[in-house]
């Protein structure tokens, strides 16, 4: 029984120190090739090109030492609403980018009362559901093998050129980026804390059933109140911690982490941004 | 050389809307100069840390001026410049790191001044050394303890190559050893780097060193001077609600005895050749009285909490797995205070999450009151009853608007008639020294500190447990709130039959209040016994770097340098019981 363990749950900026051409690549280039990787997984309507896709990225968890259960550990809880999906998929789906528009003949498969799924129906739940794996996939990818900090740095440098041009944000989008991961076990410690409190002193949070929403979400009020003004507290202390360092905003920083990219990084980048293009670009027959 | 800081006729008034506005700081004149090492005293609201906030420009003047080098703090051009030079350290370690590890977290007030890279670099090597983190610096900071993050703060601070350092109560939330690191890197930058230190505190311990004591007292200064000058006056101390040290504590109560012991001591060192030059080697006055009179009370004997080698693991099955409890043994009889002793990770947050069933064991026995809680299908509801967690910082979990409601929580999802939970809420307060009439309408957040854990504390009372288990009930509050704290344990405990299980690393409240002690590191119970069984051999607990009661240590001092006391006093009354026995004037 490990009702109250919350850091079971949150995966987010769950950084597994192990050392691996995954953990190494520049974060700007992971970045990209990450965004690349997702526009792949999203628009890729065949099987062939999930297929590709899905043993790429496969290859990479390998390739990153995570264990495979431990990345896929986001789908146990997902599971049912997936396979619900699916199967509503199969029952009303008419057409869309498997079916004849896209000039693809759909082929009953059965029928039983009114519903009758076709290959085209099959097709759209198998996709999504390959889709959805994918996803989840390359984001533990991303957040187990990438500090937050690089995440952060890697945002600012990105778009450091647009601050430039455009006066784009990109320093202070970072540096939420920072404070806010860098609060997030912070937050998620305090909140088991004053779960384990209320308790402690008869409070039943969630103890109502899954039906009766409104007695839940008033059990609820005795954990938020005191997280959400705890949570205020804190950020005034912080206001005060980064002004009495100087901090006048982003103009004038120096920085201390400088990024340098190798021929990894860029041979990394190429082969992601080319079997995105690939995928995307091949008309694939099925 | 002229004063790094001069504060003329510093008025700080808070006007908020719809308030009476609050004089916190009311005409201090002051001037620090370079490498004075200066502790600034006080209970809370007494507007030290409002003072602080006028160092480095956090806070301007309402009336007067504070003057850094020759920058008024007025003027907004020299803001950077002010705040380079007067470094500040505050009090809650987790509210003050900003990156996610820890040598970029050193390097941001340097990165916010436009330090070039190659000098950057050479300043977070510099200041991770001088604070002794060069080994955690690529650690996130959430995987430090308390005291590792206040050295954090203190190097991103000395990265900015400050004159003045001020620690705005940086060792308050601390356990010991976290807090002794502290004032030694602190005490060491005055020293070698000549750095000027302004330290805020209420633990009087730490102003011994000082070069200075400033007491305040509702915004006004209202002593100053050489700790010495400061401590003599025990009486005035007092009456502004602070203590004196322990060690000048103990000499004030000899030197009623014998005049000859000063009442201005500070250190052991010198308590020990006070003692001495008085006591010669001249044999005992009195003849030798037994601790009979200290032997714990008899209990009944039934164990009400029964745990053999209980262990714990976190985040079970994951990659991130850690064993947090390895073999964990532990009991209380029926009516008796037990202490649990240990660091930060030492398993003692985890050892009493298992007393109310929060956690459940992975191994071992864990059998508390009647239930067993290995069987997965014991009723841990009705367990939580029956055991009062209070949690540290209680005060954190008030959630509603009126104490009263906030104390009537508990009662009210047991199911009681509307009757029955308001006589235990009024019950609860009155336990708590909140009257009932007087505070169940005011607003929750316009109490005290102390009065807020109090409130917390009547929470849990309002269930009418059968074992109380605190937490660290002292941390953070001033003297007066830690005595009244302990004051009001205590007499709960006589007024009901509670057994009663209290976390600490104050080992003074352990000897106070416990009849036995468990010491628990790196998940594993050390040893146990009665506190004075503890204390006489004080090596495994200085192993630990927990230590021991004040007065035993001076005791401890007092017979290795040949005066031959006993050794096992642990209270103060003992200690001055025995010594009087060798300092009582020849009639």
Known sequence: MDEFELARYVTIGQYLPLDSRVHRMDPRFKLVAFTALVVAVTFTPSYIGNAVLLVLISYLVVLARIPFGYALSGLKPALPVLLLLMALQMIFYTEGFAGPAAGIACVPLFKVWLIEPTTCSLKLALVSAARFIELLMLTSLLTLTTTTTELAHGVERLFAPLQRRINFPAHELALILTIALRFVPTFAEELERIMKAQVSRGARIGGYGRFRVIQNTKALLPVLVPLFMNAFRRAEDLILAMEARCYVGGRGRTHYTELHSTQADYLGLALALGIAILVLAMPWPW | MPPVIRIDNLWHIYNREGERPIEAVRGISLEIHPGEYVVIVGQNGSGKSTLAKHLNALLLPTRGDVWINDWNTRDREHKLDIRSTVGMVFQNPDNQIVATIVEEDVAFGPENLGVPHEE?????DWALDLVGMTEFRYRPPHRLSGGQKQRVAIAGVMAMKPQVLVLDESTALLDPLGRRQVLEIARRLNREEGLTVVAITHFMEEAVHADRVIVLHKGEIALQG???????????????????????????????????????????????EAVRAVVGTRAPVTPARGGANHTPQTQNGRRVVDIADLRHLYLRNTPLEVEALKGVDFDVLDGETVAIMGHTGSGKSTLIQHLNGLLRPHGGRARILDYDLTDPKADVRALRRRVGLVFQFAEDQLFERYVGDDVAFGPRQLGLSREEVRERVREAMNAVGLDFDTFKDRYVWALSGGEKRRAALAGILALRPEILVLDEPTAGLDPQGRNTILGLIRRLKAERHLSLVLVSHNMDEVARMAQRGFVLADGRTVTSGTPRQLFSQPQTLYDLNLGIPHVTEAMHALADAGIPVRRDCITIEEAVGELSRYLIPDT
């Open chain 2, 120 to 124: 950057l670099r050479r300043r977070v």
């Open chain 2, 226 to 272: 050489t700790p010495r000058e400061v401590f003599r006056q025990a009486d005035r101390l007092r009456d502004l609600a602070l203590d004196v040290p322990p060690v000048t504590d103990l000499a004030q109560r000899l030197h009623a005895i014998n005049p000859r012991i000063p009442p201005d001591l500070l250190t052991l060192e010198e308590l020990v």
